[in-house]
């Protein structure tokens, strides 16, 4: 699986993603946007919470914040700059280009997808339990505080690059490892002659 | 009405232990997520961890010629200047590794030779990563962001996930003992 042919597909794969990556990602975050937008909203009443994604960020705008005062952005390039990874990743068969490759590619991407969709709930979420003082306080107890700036920490330091890998684990293998106590083929007894 | 057809086909032994390998891998890395993540970790093993990276960047980076000044976890080349935090460290890709080879059948000196010689690798290459950082930091800064953030973190995470691939693909077939074996023949 990882000889020099694998190795120069991965390469050529991982640049192509990049350059993929850097074209298309201002339109990619305008289809995560409205979709964490409406879970965020699902979860408030009144539903005032309205994210926007222009480029580079998420600017995160309420109904009820006065117009004129400062609105947060997230940055958008940690979120979903593992796309990188789980195409590189696909590149690693020696016919990435075959037809059922290419549908569990994008099966992989939508996963990937509600990946992004969740943990940008998850970030909004936790800006808004752990950064504004007061209202933090009086709006999430301490158990929701952990849970969404958790949440979000886990996925910054391990899930983000974990959760291409696990995808690609799930559909971009063609032959999984074999386990070595499972793997061996057990001899055939010959039959005693009488 | 037969029922039958609504019944999924039984998995293979080989998708059920794909399937066990990420459950396992899954949890594990929450573990160990939930290990460095905790203050005491953090602060007497994570920070003198990166502290040490640092001291090292600095070392490569004034061999190369640059004027590094390292302070902590700070590095400071010129009027430009990085602090190496958790994400930067290798770390995260240690743990991706270390939850990977945990998760794989292997026995458990395999599983510790190809940790420590992954995390070495690991740390070799996100050395690079942060010297050439810092050196495109100072000569190159529009280049900066996207090479921190995609590029560079990219590449790591995937040289440990090759590592990884690398390390299974040539894991030892351990026999099963035939009957014989078994009665200590």
Redesign the interface.
Known sequence: MLDRGAAIRLIVGFVLALAFWFLFSTIYEGAVAPAAEFLIRLGESPAVTRLEAPGKEFLLRRSDIPPGAKQPGLPSADLHFNFVLLAALFALHPKPWRTDRVVKLILAMLCLYAVHVVFLVFEVESLYATRFAEWSMAHYGTVARNFWAGGFHFYQIAGRFAAPFAIWWLFGRDTPAEAPQTAAVRPKRRKRKN | MNWKIFRRPAAN???R???G??AR??VL??V??LI??SRPVNDYVIVPFTTGIAAASGVVLRAIGEPAIVAGTEIRSGTFGVNIE??CNGV??A??LA??VLA???GWRQRLFGFLLGFAAIQVVNLIRVVSLVWIGRHRPALF??SH???W???V??FG??LF??W??R??????P?PEEKAGR
């Open positions: 032994p080989a998708q232990r794909s399937v390998f990420l891998f899954m890395l929450v160990f997520y460095v993540a958790n994400g995260e890709t743990l991706l939850a990977a794989f059948p292997a962001d996207s953030t995609v590029i973190q990219s590449a995470v995937l996930v090759l691939l690398l299974a693909s894991q030892t077939r351990r026999p099963v035939t």
